[in-house]
């Protein structure tokens, strides 16, 4: 891949995925359905657009311009939808966890978000003959608080986005646990270093109560 195509992957990722992040959350990963979902979806927009744009070479007028426009401007439309609905129906996969995105139309759409510490197993499934050639299947997360699942259908390469999942929940989980650790040992360092202090006021009052 080009560095031209991922600057644009790049930009186009973060127009439609980083406003769902927190502060110092970065995007690891963004999971699709598998390819041909999104031509199965984009498939007959793609055809019925071809047929309208076919009517001007059989009648080339000026009134069949402007109704092929029409009829080409709602097309594009539905066409433009159905990209969006595959599009942003996905998993984000960021150092933090995984945001479960569905986008149901317009002005309709649904986010949750799980943390890699509230997740209690990552599985996967390849079912069938295409799932099996093809290299996709479904793939579920269970959350250790509520018991329920996320799951996605017709994931492509279900295999390598359940090691990226278990390697970023690796890395947060060991992050996590320094961060724990450092924190106790300051509340210790604060509480010795009261003690201490503690300890020095009395010993200095002693001999005062003595005078």
Not at 33 to 57: A, E, N, Q, R
């Amino acid at each position: 891949m080009s560095p031209e195509s991922c600057t644009i992957l790049s930009v186009l990722t973060n127009f439609f995925f980083g406003r769902h992040l927190d502060d110092e959350e970065e995007i690891v990963l963004v999971v699709h359905k598998h390819w041909l979902t999104g031509l199965k979806v984009l498939f007959w927009p793609t055809m019925l657009s071809l047929g309208i744009w076919s009517i001007l070479y059989f009648s080339p007028t000026r009134y069949m311009v402007y109704g092929v426009s029409v009829a080409e401007l709602f097309v594009l439309i539905w066409w433009i939808r159905n990209f969006m609905d595959y599009y942003l129906d996905a998993w984000v996969i960021t150092n933090k966890g995984i945001i479960d995105l569905q986008w149901h139309g317009w002005f309709h759409r649904s986010s949750s978000r799980v943390l890699y510490s509230d997740i209690q197993g990552v599985s996967y499934e390849v079912n069938g003959i295409l799932g099996t050639l093809l290299g996709y299947g479904s793939m579920e997360v269970e959350k250790i608080s509520t018991g329920t699942t996320i799951d996605m259908q017709y994931v492509q390469k279900p295999r390598r986005i359940e090691a990226v999942i278990l390697e970023c929940m690796e890395a947060y989980l060991h992050r996590k646990n320094l961060k724990d650790a450092k924190t106790v040992q300051t509340i210790l360092a604060e509480f010795v270093a009261g003690s201490m202090q503690k300890k020095d006021s009395d010993e200095r009052v002693k001999p005062l109560r003595k005078r």
